[in-house]
Structures are given as structure tokens and as C-alpha cells.
């Protein structure tokens, strides 16, 4: 197995087969494409800035997709032929807006289950999370945490030494998605962000987005670097939430990809698939 580091951190790191040894909290780990005891994990979509995760079992050969988009639909599913993969699940950290999630029509075609918090109102979903659950794929666990605000059906996805965070928290000046779109909530965002206490400081945060080329970062390294997490006051999160959102603007593909999402439904006219902006 083959594992590159930054050198940024000046990180002892030893990896087998069988084991790995980090010896310095802020650690910065690029993972291509294999990690840990029996796991393969790489980042899909490395040239967009909307990301998606594959795991598997490198033993069962069971495979797990997170925050897939509609758009790499035929990338995926050629991937995991040619890795000859089983994809069994297919999981969305929540309602996206800027984007049209694959889970439903993965679902649909391989017969994976589509999973996601249990409050959430997309149709098409077959396995309900509530906070703590854990779930097994093979040799691989994964855990969710509840993490609203960005959205109210926002969860965090732990697994074998990583975190897909979804858009409730991006890597370093990145801070936190914003919580102006539906169903999101300034103040119960800045609440959640105590959830991530319960995880541990050597998690590589996977993020839903942040621009082409970043680094993935540890939670510690994050814990130091974050902005957003640096935070002494809800005052101050709300006055960075709204410079932000006012900085953002309007998200082009919400009247397209919302509905799409919630009603499971792919739509006769995709305006940036068509050729249209």
C-alpha cells in the first residue's frame, strides 16, 4: 500500500498492512486511493468542487458512495464495475441545493439502500439515521452524528479514521457551509458545532465542498485553523454567516436541484447539463 503525506507538519508516519501510527496530532493526509485495515476510500469528483466519497470492503468487495451527484452518475457506476465493487449503500449528509444527488437513482438502478437522517423530507430513502447509529459494511463501521443548521437533516459520517462532514464544517478558512438555504438555521447550526467534541482530534475531515486542490486536514488541525471554530460568540457567527451568504449570492441550481432531491425525481430539463447556465 502506498500513502503520501504533507511534509507541512513535519509528521512521523509509519503504515503496513495492518496497522497505522500517527505521531503528532496536526496531521495532513492525502489517502490515494487505499486506507487503513481492509479499506479502500478515495475522494471522487477531485476536479469539482462538489465532493463524493467511495468506500469499500477491499475483502467483500461491498461498497459505499457518499454525497454522489447526479452529473458523475456513469462515471460511478463504471468505476465500480471496474473495481468490481457491490455498491450497497448510497448516503447523502443532507438536502442539497446546489446539486443533484445520484442516491435515489443509484438506488433505483443497482438496488443499493439510499440513506439518510431520519427527519429528512426526500422521498425514495429505505434506511432512516438517528444520532449514534452505526452500521457495518463488511469489515468497515460507520457511525452518524446529528449535525443540523446548515440543513435540518444534516448528519456527519464516521468511518475508519475519517469524517464526511457534508457541508456542516470545511476545511480551514473554508469555515462552515452557509445557513441561509431551506431548512437552515443560524443558531442551531452554532449549537451543533459541539457535536463535534465527541470526535476524536485525529479524524481526516472529508468535506462536501471546498475548491479543487485542497489539502484534506485533520479535525484537530481544523479544531486550530477553522475560523468558525475559533469563535467566542453566536454574535460573531451570525455577522460571518451573512458577510458570507451576501459574498455567495443566490445558488444557480436551487429551483432545479431542491425539488429534484426531495422528490426523488430526475427532471426532464437540467439547465447546466443542457448547456445553459
Known amino acids: 500500500m502506498l500513502f503520501l503525506f504533507s511534509h507541512r507538519t513535519s509528521m512521523l508516519v509509519w503504515v503496513s498492512s495492518t496497522a497505522m501510527h500517527y505521531r503528532n496530532k496536526r496531521l495532513t493526509l492525502q489517502i490515494w486511493p487505499r486506507c487503513g485495515h481492509g479499506m479502500g476510500f478515495e475522494q471522487l469528483n477531485d476536479t469539482g468542487w462538489a465532493k463524493t466519497y467511495l468506500i469499500w470492503d477491499e475483502v467483500t468487495k461491498e461498497a459505499a458512495l457518499v454525497d454522489p451527484v447526479y452529473d458523475y452518475m456513469d462515471a460511478y457506476t463504471s468505476r465500480l464495475e471496474s473495481e468490481g465493487l457491490t455498491l450497497v449503500h448510497a448516503m447523502a449528509t443532507h438536502t442539497h441545493a446546489d446539486h443533484i444527488t445520484a442516491c435515489f437513482e443509484l438506488q433505483k438502478t443497482l438496488g443499493c439502500s439510499y440513506v439518510m437522517w431520519h427527519s429528512t423530507s426526500c422521498l425514495g430513502v429505505t434506511h432512516y439515521i438517528n444520532d449514534k ?70 479524524l481526516i475531515v472529508c468535506t462536501g465542498h471546498d475548491p479543487p486542490g485542497t489539502e484534506m486536514m485533520s479535525l484537530e488541525w481544523n479544531r486550530e485553523n477553522n475560523p468558525v471554530l475559533n469563535m467566542n460568540s453566536y454574535d460573531e457567527y451570525e455577522a460571518w454567516q451573512l458577510e458570507v451568504s451576501a459574498g455567495l449570492g443566490a445558488v444557480s441550481k436551487i429551483k432545479t436541484a431542491v425539488p429534484a432531491n426531495v422528490f426523488a425525481e430526475i427532471p426532464e430539463h437540467i439547465p447546466w447539463l443542457d448547456g445553459e447556465n
Open 133 to 202: 447509529d452505526q452500521m457495518t459494511m463488511g469489515s468497515i463501521q460507520f457511525i452518524f452524528h446529528h449535525a443540523p443548521g446548515h440543513t435540518s437533516d444534516s448528519m456527519l459520517i464516521e468511518t475508519n479514521g475519517h469524517v464526511m462532514t457534508g457541508d456542516f464544517l470545511f476545511t480551514g478558512k473554508g469555515g462552515v457551509g452557509r445557513d441561509d438555504l431551506p431548512s437552515g438555521r443560524m443558531k442551531v447550526h452554532w449549537d451543533a458545532l459541539s457535536v463535534l467534541e465527541r470526535l476524536d482530534g485525529h
